[in-house]
């Protein structure tokens, strides 16, 4: 794809995030005035960049330099719009989504990990992961706690701490796991959407902020209406707990993933495995019938640092 084909798109980005952002602030009376103010920034801030960088995409002697920007802003913008549509603005999750795509289609090469940066990441992955579907797991007990208790003082301090957990630990947890699953992914042989496991852990991971942001104003509705001791947590209650199992089903459809490796490679993957035996084919044919590919394990080739290009 030429990088004159890769400017309507980031365009395209450049007006939602823009629509998103005005979004954002005409939203009145916000319970987090610093989330609202920061959605607000990073919008505009987004606008800007994209926008430079989506014209000088037209220009042959900055486009390749300029495609490597972009790789990099949208990777750091995927987390950082979960972050903003805190500030009143659940479409950003799609720009989530929307980035994604981008960086799919500039086709991003990253150099790969050496081996000790490889365990850091991996272990802070591993951890902050195993932290979250622990979370997970309390949060859909305080919401059936929340939902079935007969006691206002236990109904009411569930809510209260869901609310503490969501703000101070759930949030954190769930931004750090996206981001450390980008670095191990792109960082690695396994790439982000080269095998159909890491793809669907991805989803995955975009999939839960949508609930996450849904969830967050059931707990602040129940807290307010539980501050009655004769009010009962009612429908909302029940819907919070399904969404609370919900999200744990999915962590633990991410760890099943994770350990069982299903599914083989997506078409992109197998495109790229063809191309390097091809290249590794031709390499064998040049240099008098050496060994042609040089597949390790699965197929995969030994791991080379690239630029990012």
């Given at each position: 794809?030429?990088?004159?084909?890769?400017?309507?798109?980031?365009?395209?980005?450049?007006?939602?995030?823009?629509?998103?952002?005005?979004?954002?602030?005409?939203?009145?009376?916000?319970?987090?005035?610093?989330?609202?103010?920061?959605?607000?920034?990073?919008?505009?801030?987004?606008?800007?960049?994209?926008?430079?960088?989506?014209?000088?995409?037209?220009?042959?002697?900055?486009?390749?330099?300029?495609?490597?920007?972009?790789?990099?802003?949208?990777?750091?913008?995927?987390?950082?719009?979960?972050?903003?549509?805190?500030?009143?603005?659940?479409?950003?999750?799609?720009?989530?989504?929307?980035?994604?795509?981008?960086?799919?289609?500039?086709?991003?090469?990253?150099?790969?990990?050496?081996?000790?940066?490889?365990?850091?990441?991996?272990?802070?992955?591993?951890?902050?992961?195993?932290?979250?579907?622990?979370?997970?797991?309390?949060?859909?007990?305080?919401?059936?706690?929340?939902?079935?208790?007969?006691?206002?003082?236990?109904?009411?301090?569930?809510?209260?701490?869901?609310?503490?957990?969501?703000?101070?630990?759930?949030?954190?947890?769930?931004?750090?796991?996206?981001?450390?699953?980008?670095?191990?992914?792109?960082?690695?042989?396994?790439?982000?959407?080269?095998?159909?496991?890491?793809?669907l852990k991805f989803v995955i991971s975009l999939t839960i902020p949508v609930i996450a942001t849904v969830q967050s104003?059931?707990?602040?509705?129940?807290?307010?209406?539980?501050?009655?001791?004769?009010?009962?947590?009612?429908?909302?209650?029940?819907?919070?707990?399904?969404?609370?199992?919900?999200?744990?089903?999915?962590?633990?459809?991410?760890?099943?993933?994770?350990?069982?490796?299903?599914?083989?490679?997506?078409?992109?993957?197998?495109?790229?495995?063809?191309?390097?035996?091809?290249?590794?084919?031709?390499?064998?044919?040049?240099?008098?019938?050496?060994?042609?590919?040089?597949?390790?394990?699965?197929?995969?080739?030994?791991?080379?640092?690239v630029r990012v290009r």
């Amino acid at each position: 794809m030429t990088h004159r084909a890769q400017q309507l798109p980031q365009f395209a980005f450049a007006v939602f995030t823009a629509l998103s952002g005005l979004l954002i602030l005409l939203r009145k009376d916000h319970p987090y005035p610093v989330f609202q103010l920061t959605g607000v920034a990073g919008s505009a801030l987004g606008v800007l960049v994209v926008t430079y960088c989506a014209w000088a995409l037209g220009r042959p002697r900055t486009a390749e330099r300029t495609r490597r920007t972009l790789i990099l802003f949208h990777l750091a913008f995927i987390p950082a719009q979960f972050l903003f549509s805190f500030g009143g603005g659940p479409q950003l999750l799609a720009g989530m989504a929307f980035s994604a795509v981008l960086v799919t289609r500039l086709r991003p090469r990253f150099p790969q990990l050496s081996r000790r940066a490889r365990r850091a990441w991996l272990t802070l992955h591993v951890g902050v992961s195993v932290g979250w579907l622990g979370l997970s797991t309390a949060m859909a007990t305080l919401a059936a706690t929340g939902a079935l208790s007969d006691g206002h003082a236990v109904r009411h301090g569930a809510y209260e701490i869901m609310h503490i957990f969501d703000l101070t630990v759930v949030i954190p947890s769930m931004a750090l796991a996206v981001i450390s699953g980008l670095v191990v992914s792109l960082g690695t042989q396994w790439g982000l959407v080269k095998h159909w496991w890491v793809l669907l852990k991805f989803v995955i991971s975009l999939t839960i902020p949508v609930i996450a942001t849904v969830q967050s104003s059931w707990i602040e509705q129940l807290i307010e209406r539980t501050r009655d001791p004769a009010a009962e947590p009612g429908g909302v209650g029940l819907t919070l707990v399904l969404c609370m199992c919900c999200y744990a089903a999915l962590l633990w459809t991410a760890v099943i993933l994770s350990v069982l490796k299903p599914l083989g490679r997506t078409r992109w993957g197998r495109r790229e495995l063809a191309a390097r035996r091809r290249a590794g084919a031709r390499a064998g044919g040049d240099g008098g019938g050496g060994g042609g590919g040089g597949g390790v394990g699965d197929g995969e080739p030994a791991a080379a640092p690239v630029r990012v290009r």
